[in-house]
């Protein structure tokens, strides 16, 4: 372990990718990325990470146009892009796949983990989730300016010594991680959040969540779309308390860089946003179950209009 090298490919280099991608090459991993948009800049000049966790400048050891450029056998496949409907993730990575290749999932949303399961059902797949502030400010240029946490979990074929690899690596530049048994749940926990944030934070006009928050008719609102994604949890075996809802509202209230949300980011710069998996996925779950969700549905409906 002490000298472990792991090779790792990043597919979605935005600023989670770009981030964590970074890092793990801080940690002394083989980093490589797919690049596409900004593929000439960061092929001459690498990536520029202005952190709170120290500034570095990330040179991927291959930057690639295309997955199928990728000749090494990967340890690791670090997703992290949108989950769009015209994104096919087993179609992007499969190049690149082999027999030991664990797939690290780290992706916004509930229910996203199926279709990679499915495409490869031999190899392990790590879903990952991100409590992260980091946003792309140019070609090749990422600023991280709070939290970063992620918290790792067996989806498919459980691989104990590539979990305990990639917390030995995070260890290693201080990044703060953790691993759980049960994913799902944490999923459940983050969709709270982004469930009610990142719809409002359009729907309302380009709210921060300071602005959401001061105004208490929309802090009510924020309540009550928590409420409900914590009654489709407990459909699904899972309790999320009263007193974890109104802590998440608390420390997302109190803390000290008011966030823009990322679907208020691609909303603002014309990219698609990520409604199904925030939104979408839980409706039809909420469907299966046949639980009301007028809150959720409401939102919805209206960013659909988007």
């Given amino acids: ?11 979605g280099t935005g600023a989670i990718g770009s981030l964590y991608g970074a890092k793990l090459a801080q940690a002394g991993a083989e980093v490589s990325v797919l690049c596409r948009s900004d593929y000439e800049l960061v092929k001459k000049q690498g990536i520029s990470v202005k952190s709170h966790w120290g500034d570095l400048h990330f040179t991927p050891k291959e930057v690639l146009r295309e997955v199928s450029e990728y000749k090494e056998k990967a340890d690791f496949i670090l997703v992290a892009t949108k989950v769009l409907p015209d994104v096919s993730v087993p179609y992007l990575i499969r190049p690149a796949m082999s027999q030991n290749t664990s797939v690290i999932l780290i992706q916004n949303g509930i229910f996203i ?42 989806y498919r074929n459980p691989n104990a010594e590539k979990i305990e690899q990639l917390i030995a690596l995070c260890n290693k530049v201080e990044m703060p991680c953790k691993y ?21 934070s359009v729907i309302a006009g380009g709210l921060n969540t300071k602005e959401i928050l001061d105004n208490i008719l929309v802090k009510n609102l924020v309540r009550d779309v928590m409420y409900e994604v914590a009654l489709l949890a407990k459909a699904q075996g899972y309790e999320i308390s009263t007193d974890f809802i109104d802590d998440t509202i608390s420390l997302t209230h109190t803390r000290k860089s008011p966030a823009r949300t990322s679907m208020l980011l691609d909303f603002e710069a014309g990219r698609k946003m990520e409604v199904g998996a925030i939104l979408g996925n839980v409706l039809e779950f909420a469907k299966e179950k046949s639980i009301a969700t007028p809150y959720l549905s409401t939102l919805h409906a209206l960013i659909s209009c988007y």
Avoid: Y
């Fill in 113 to 154: 983990e199926k279709e990679i399961a499915e495409a490869f059902p031999n190899n392990n797949l790590i879903s990952t989730i991100a409590f992260v502030d980091v946003i792309k400010d140019g070609a090749g240029s990422i600023i991280h300016a709070g939290d970063g946490r992620l918290t790792f979990g067996n």
């Fill in 1 to 11: 372990m002490k000298n472990f090298s792991p090779k790792i490919l990043v597919v």
């Fill in 180 to 200: 759980v048994e049960d994913i799902q749940l944490e999923r459940w926990k983050k969709l709270l959040w982004n469930a009610s944030f990142n719809p409002i």
